[in-house]
């Protein structure tokens, strides 16, 4: 269901936190580029302790202020836009930043850094075969 990824949303910028590929119902309200109030229901393409990378219909501004509110515990958190990705399918990748850091807020244990293979620490798999 989930899968973690090592590939950054944006280059250049070094991830704070590990990201995990996990789609999760979210509802995001606020304002889009025009000023007008917006509510769209969506689902996360990555999540992490510091916000989520969403696909939305509406148009944001950088740096503009959304709440976003996660379907099953219906808990809320302010975002600012962090990042505005390309557009497919009409919908465009959005990246959200918690205002402040919730790691809680996915209800999942993020995994330590070392449980990724590019990790220096992380151990070549090798293969076991027992006496048959």
């Known amino acids: 269901m989930a899968q973690v990824s090592n590939t950054p949303i944006h280059t ?4 704070r936190s590990q990201r ?5 119902g979210v509802r995001i309200r606020g304002k889009d580029t025009q000023g007008k109030d917006f ?4 689902e996360t393409l990555a999540i992490n ?3 989520a990378l969403v696909l939305l219909n509406a148009r944001l ?3 503009g202020l959304v709440h976003m509110k996660h379907n099953k515990t219906e808990e809320e958190q302010e ?3 962090a990042f505005l990705g390309p557009v497919r399918g009409g919908k465009a990748e959005i990246g959200l930043e918690f205002t402040a850091p ?6 999942v244990a993020f995994p330590p850094e070392d449980w990724t293979p590019k990790n220096p620490e992380a151990r070549t798999v ?3 075969r027992g006496n048959k």
């Open 12 to 15: 250049g910028a070094r991830r």
């Open 102 to 107: 919730r790691p809680t807020f996915w209800r």
């Open 61 to 63: 501004t950088s740096g």
């Open 20 to 24: 995990v590929l996990m789609q999760v």
């Open 126 to 128: 090798t293969s076991y």
């Open 79 to 81: 975002c600012h836009v």
């Open 39 to 42: 509510e769209e229901f969506s």
């Open 49 to 51: 302790a510091h916000g």
